[in-house]
Nanobody
Framework: QVHLVESGGDSVQAGGSLRLSCVAS????????MAWFRQAPGKEREGVAT????????YYADSVKGRFTISQDNAKNTLYLQMNSLKPEDTGMYYC??????????????????????WGQGTQVTVSS
């Protein structure tokens, strides 16, 4: 299991930007899925974006496509989520997640919470109108 620590959450106004970071305790091997999820108060946890390490293939929820960018820095064992044009509906606790299953080349990681075995403690993002 991988220990994950998120940071970068803050309170911003609509239209603003934030960059979230997630540091992994151990080297994240190639062709593993990593993802960002979020949960607003009183709502179900929802997937935001995924990336497969090494290959770099990404996948986004429709609600954030064109505004958010997921990326990785293998040298720093760090996953990022660049969030632009933030909206009040983006408010929530953002979680980093990692899976240890080695995937095939060409695999696209999905936004299914059950696929991910390691989770961070979350970082709060609040967007005001």
């Amino acid at each position: 299991q991988v220990h994950l620590v998120e940071s970068g959450g803050d309170s911003v106004q609509a239209g603003g930007s934030l960059r979230l970071s997630c540091v992994a305790s151990v080297y994240t091997y190639s062709r593993r899925c990593m993802a960002w999820f979020r949960q607003a108060p009183g709502k179900e946890r929802e997937g935001v974006a995924t990336i497969i390490t090494g290959a770099g293939t990404t996948y986004y929820a429709d609600s954030v496509k064109g505004r958010f960018t997921i990326s990785q820095d293998n040298a720093k064992n760090t996953l990022y989520l660049q969030m632009n044009s933030l909206k009040p509906e983006d408010t929530g606790m953002y979680y980093c997640a990692a899976d240890t299953t080695r995937r095939d080349w060409g695999y696209t990681c999905l936004l299914r919470a059950e696929d991910y075995k390691s989770w961070g403690q979350g970082t709060q993002v609040t967007v005001s109108s």
